[in-house]
């Protein structure tokens, strides 16, 4: 089918980013979430960044508002009837995620493929909660999503072939490079790589060996990464991380995935990374 329409539920850091992509590349886009106030704070968030292209000259006046336009913004479950592609962007809670999808698929009409962001669950799983796991897929966008160029397109035990062909069609339209997870694996493809490197980081700090200044001055200059263990964790969320690591050591039961004290305690104290002010770094090194 052809896809004009896509609805985003979750108005969160990914879902509000996949709808400003989306709507900067022409399409139709619902974005809901439980309350309105997330979906106008979300947008808001858009106007700001859109605003800062048009200041550089990256896109025009006129581009920004009709992107804008195309966003349609609820609160309502029954809006999403008239998405032809739906993209779960919830919380990265596993019971949220099944519990919305359930609801969100009675709403659907049945030849719309339904599609989650997560960062590492089970993509079999999440379908399951459907009825209709062979038009359920991942399709894991990065953050900030109208920037970084990947999407990992991952299929669940019982995906179809045209799902997946119209997910990483969907990808491509929305200017992403897809990559194909062809094993329902936890933590996919980055997630598997980055995870270690961010428990590793946090250890080093931990025994001593070095400052998350210095060892993210490391990575970069001597890996070649644009940016450092520690920046990254703030920029997505340093309890985004924690959720990853529980998620993996509890699916795998491998030391390799525990996560340190450090980033608990991290948590605790309300230090969440960017989104909070404050992180690994102080707010005035992560603004």
Known sequence: MVIKKIGILGAGAMGGGIAQLAAQRGFEVIL???????????????????????????ITAEEKDAALARI????????????????????????????????????????????????????????AATGHPEKFIGTHFFNPAPVMRLCEIIRGALTSDDTYATAAGLATALGKTPVEVKKDTPGFIVNRCMIPQFIEAIRLVDEGVATPQDIDTAVKLGLNYPMGPFELMDRTGIDIALLTMDYLYSETGRELWKAPHAIKSMIRAGRLGDKTGAGWYAKEKTA
Request: hydrophobic residues 50%; negative net charge.
């Open 72 to 127: 349609t913004k609820t609160a309502k479950l029954e809006d999403f009837a008239a998405a032809d592609f739906f993209i779960e962007a919830v919380v990265e809670d596993f019971a949220v995620k099944t519990a919305a999808l359930a609801k969100a698929e009675k709403i659907l009409r049945p030849e719309v493929v339904m599609a989650s962001n997560t960062s590492s669950m089970s993509i079999t799983g999440l379908g």
């Open 32 to 58: 809901g979430d439980v309350d309105i106030k997330y979906v106008d704070g979300a947008v808001a968030r858009m106007e700001k960044l859109m605003a800062r292209s048009v200041e550089k000259g990256k």
